[in-house]
């Protein structure tokens, strides 16, 4: 398994499987890791002069199956050489471990082709499949059991007479509310504090004046939250305590770890109705349906306005484009499918020029038909051979629409010098 030999890296030796390796302490035990079997480690890596990553830092073990090699003496390979209490470093080329472990695009700045990465790795334990997933339910039922030893402590502490509901849920009114409670699809607008049970704040927007504004019924933050909010009047305030099977579970969420009580602390401030939100909501769809048709009638004025001003007598393509050659090629006539390269010039109707490829000195290269550009270049670039000039005068509706791009707005008229340069 090991052969020490002369090692490109100093102080390392090189295995029979061409992994360089340093021991730094070695155990008693001789069993080693196979596919599917689970290790929990300890690991630092990092580069010659930066460590990247500290295991310690989150003061937590790593485990995790071993699956197959992603490269030849990659992290896994390397730890089948290693037992249970062994401390050992190995050295791999930091390109595949960022490309290929990791599947980065790309390597990050900060790192240099071809320089060696280095890994530090104290073994402590091999678990087989079956033995990882029953110390995973032994370790899950301790946390459960600490849990409510928890819960049940900070219940006593502050002196919580209510029972629990049937979920579980501690509902801990402390303002009663004089209005409604919530039904599936109304808004409310809440203050909202969310705690572990040993005071470390999550969030709140208690006295910041920022309203949440949540439809009830929906899939916000923790099943048990949303009951204690159902509870709620409107004006009322309340506590409530979320344990994990009704909260953040046994794996957690946002940060917070599994088995671990919520107490929320929530103000129901306004209540909407849902048919007072349907309503709200068609009152503001018409008025952008309104906005955008006046939007609408805005471009086709200016647009009946520019083909007048510049005594455009031509008429425009089928699509309501216009297409105003002003220099015919005598090349190949661009189809779907050439590859074609177009100078351009983009203005707004009011003259105003957006953007040149002329300023970088390189025509911009395409495929017609494949959908690459907007679709009135698709059909003005058709009109055209190579060496050919023309005005192409484009409506939003063949350009960026009601969505509009970058500084170009929504519903707004394009006009293009171009210049067909290449036809392939």
């Known amino acids: ?67 197959e090699p992603t490269f030849d003496g990659d992290l896994y390979e390397a730890l089948k050489l290693m037992s249970p209490g062994d401390s050992m470093s190995f050295v791999v080329v930091a390109d595949s471990f960022f ?3 990791s599947l980065m695009p790309q390597l990050p700045d900060y790192v240099t082709a071809g320089e060696p990465l280095y890994y530090y790795i104290k073994l402590l334990q091999i678990q087989t499949n079956d033995e990882y997933q029953l110390s995973l339910k032994e370790e899950q039922n301790a946390n459960y059991k600490q849990e409510i030893a928890d819960l049940l402590k900070y219940i006593r502490q502050n002196k919580i007479e209510v029972a629990p509901n049937k979920s579980g ?93 919520l107490s929320y602390e929530v103000e129901l401030v306004e209540l909407t109705p849902y048919a007072t939100v349907l309503k709200q909501q068609k009152a503001e769809e018409e008025k952008q349906n309104a906005s955008r048709e006046k939007i609408k009638e805005e ?21 309501g484009m216009y297409y105003l050659e002003s220099e015919k090629g005598s090349g190949k006539q661009a189809m779907h499918g050439n590859t074609v390269q177009v100078h351009y ?13 002329y300023e970088s000195g390189s025509p911009f290269e395409f495929i017609l038909g494949t959908g690459a550009v907007i679709e009135g270049w698709e059909q003005g670039i058709k009109q055209m051979n190579e060496g050919s000039k023309a005005t192409l005068i484009i409506p939003s509706n063949l350009a960026y629409g009601k969505q509009g791009k970058g500084t170009i707005p929504a519903y707004s008229t394009l006009v293009f010098e171009v210049e067909l340069v290449l036809v392939k």
């Open 345 to 357: 010039k983009l203005f707004n109707i009011d003259g105003e020029l957006l953007s040149s490829s």
């Open 99 to 101: 490309l290929k472990t």
């Open 1 to 67: 398994m090991y052969s020490c030999t002369d090692s490109k890296y100093p102080g390392y030796s090189l295995s029979d499987g061409g992994i360089y390796y340093k021991v730094y302490e070695k155990s008693n035990d001789t069993a080693t890791a196979n596919i599917s079997d689970y290790v929990t480690i300890r690991m630092n890596y990092g580069l010659s002069d930066t460590m990247l990553f500290e295991s310690t830092s989150l003061d937590d073990k790593l485990r995790f199956p071993m699956i």
């Open 169 to 261: 849920l501690y509902f801990i009114e402390q303002k009663t509310g004089y209005g409604p409670k919530p039904d599936t699809g109304d808004m409310c607008k809440i203050s909202l504090s969310v705690s572990e049970l040993n005071g470390q704040q999550l969030f709140s927007n208690f006295n910041t004046g920022n309203f949440l504004s949540i439809e009830y019924g929906s899939d916000f933050d923790t099943r048990g939250f949303m009951e204690g909010l159902g509870l709620l009047k409107e004006g009322g305030k309340a506590k409530f305590l979320v344990p994990s099977r009704i909260g953040v579970g046994s794996y957690g969420m946002q940060g917070v770890d599994g088995f671990t009580t």
């Open 299 to 319: 471009e086709r004025v200016k647009l009946n306005n520019y083909i007048k001003q510049n005594k455009i007598n031509k008429k425009p393509l089928s699509s």
